[in-house]
């Protein structure tokens, strides 16, 4: 099992469309997790940290489930501009480890 | 500010050549890291640094050496590049390893 799993996609929704996302994470005593998105060429940026209560950030909700290990991320009233890749990254015994991504395409 | 940068963009190498990926944080950071980007596999930490002076080994540190003799900057030096270390270097630095602050990369091509 991969350290860090998410499902590629592409996640093809229209505009308005709620959309989620899970990742699963295999090391139990992970204790920090995130949310980032790059863009097509660009750079990750940070979207958000989980917490164990789970957090919210306008249209952006994200969920930690320790007892099954995986952290979500739901987006709400999609945008052109979420369509990205969204990465789900956990500490690990190197540091952080990265999923592969989830590919969003938002359409219109 | 203009965050974290890197230098250079865009290099292609031969087999067997040497050259050194300069990266620049000006936010004052502690922390900094470099990481490999590769199709279909997520990004890799190949060495990092908490501090002036010091270094440690991430998940694929294995044909590069870093540096970080000031704060503010962390090289990655190649020895002999191979083509398997073509890739898409991101240098990233984060006030106290949580949020992290990436540079916009290096695209490597090894022939």
């Known amino acids: 099992r991969k350290e860090v799993e998410q499902d590629p996609g592409p996640f093809n929704v229209p505009e308005g469309a709620t959309v989620a996302f899970n990742c699963t994470y295999s090391n139990s005593a992970s204790q920090s997790f995130f949310w980032y998105r790059q863009d097509c060429r660009k750079e990750p940026k940070l979207l958000m940290s989980?917490?164990?209560s789970g957090n919210e950030d306008g249209r952006f909700t994200a969920q930690l489930n320790r007892a099954s290990q995986y952290i979500s991320l739901l987006i709400r009233d999609s945008k052109l501009s979420d369509s990205a890749t969204y990465l789900c990254v956990v500490n690990g015994p190197y540091k952080y480890i990265f999923g592969t991504g989830t590919r969003l395409k938002v359409l219109a | 500010n203009a965050g974290v940068t890197q230098t250079p963009k865009f290099r292609v190498l031969k087999t067997g050549q040497s050259m050194t990926l300069l990266c620049a944080q000006d936010m004052n950071h502690e922390y900094m890291y470099w990481y490999r980007q590769d199709p279909g596999m997520g990004l890799r930490l190949i060495h990092y640094s908490v501090g002036e002076g010091t270094t440690a080994k991430g998940e694929v540190p294995d044909g590069y050496n870093v540096s970080r003799l000031k704060k503010q900057n962390f090289l990655l030096g190649l020895e002999s590049a191979a083509p398997s270390q073509t890739s898409v270097y991101f240098c990233?630095?984060?006030?106290?390893?949580?949020?992290?602050?990436f540079g916009p990369g290096t695209r490597l091509t090894v022939l």
């Open positions: 990233a630095s984060s006030p106290d390893d949580n949020e992290q602050f």
């Open positions: 989980v917490y164990s």
